[in-house]
């Protein structure tokens, strides 16, 4: 029997179809997060650093179990742990899109981030001779004492994901509500139609 235009439309959208724009933005972020591993995994060793501009910017290969930030690096375990977390954050994105405003280019960007940073680090943590991320973005200055302190040091993926949920929570604030019907006149105060009635 032959579909018609009308009970092809009544089919409901698979659950894992992706917007273009979603999955471009996606690939694109895994893409550069894993190039630039790859260099720093090429041209520095382990714990080896490369100072850009000192008491500001350098280039470092540390390896983080936890999560983002160096968080719960510590914990025993932490690396698997945090890649089943990263993926079912990953599964819940692509089944719970809809609930997000991936209708607008910045919710789109904003899902397309998210997923292509998860997918980098989740990466990491499942290569087995890794085992863990590799950071190697650091910004830091210099103590009174010539001790280094410094913001915890993290890669594309990271950037990507903190850039993705603010680009989605801007998205969600400044997205247009529905127009709303116009109010009812009231009394003494005619309406567009009363004016233009003979």
Not at 26 to 38: E, F, I, M, P
Not at 135 to 158: K, L, Q, T, W
Not at 185 to 191: L, T
Request: aromatic share 10%; with cysteine; net charge neutral.
């Amino acid at each position: 029997m032959q579909q018609t235009p009308s009970s092809k439309a009544a089919l409901p959208p698979s659950p894992l179809t992706i917007p273009m724009t979603v999955a471009l933005v996606a690939v694109c972020v895994l893409l550069l997060d894993q190039l630039t591993k790859s260099i720093v995994l090429r041209e520095l060793a382990y714990a080896q650093e490369r100072v850009v501009v000192d008491g500001f910017f350098k280039f470092v290969h540390w390896g983080n179990a936890g999560a983002a930030w160096s968080l719960f690096k510590n914990l025993a375990g932490s690396n698997e742990l945090l890649a089943v977390v990263s993926l079912m954050a990953l599964l819940f994105l692509v089944f719970a899109r809809n609930q997000f405003d991936t209708s607008s280019l910045p919710g789109r960007v904003s899902m397309g981030l998210m997923i292509g940073g998860i997918l980098g680090n989740l990466y990491d943590r499942l290569h087995p001779a890794r085992r863990h991320v590799i950071d190697f973005i650091y910004f830091y200055a210099y103590r009174e004492s010539g001790a280094e302190i410094g913001f915890p040091a993290f890669n594309v993926a990271d950037s990507a994901i903190c850039v993705g949920v603010g680009l989605m929570l801007v998205a969600m604030f400044t997205s247009q509500p529905p127009a709303k019907r116009a109010p009812a006149a009231s009394d003494g105060e005619q309406s567009p139609a009363n004016l233009s009635a003979p």
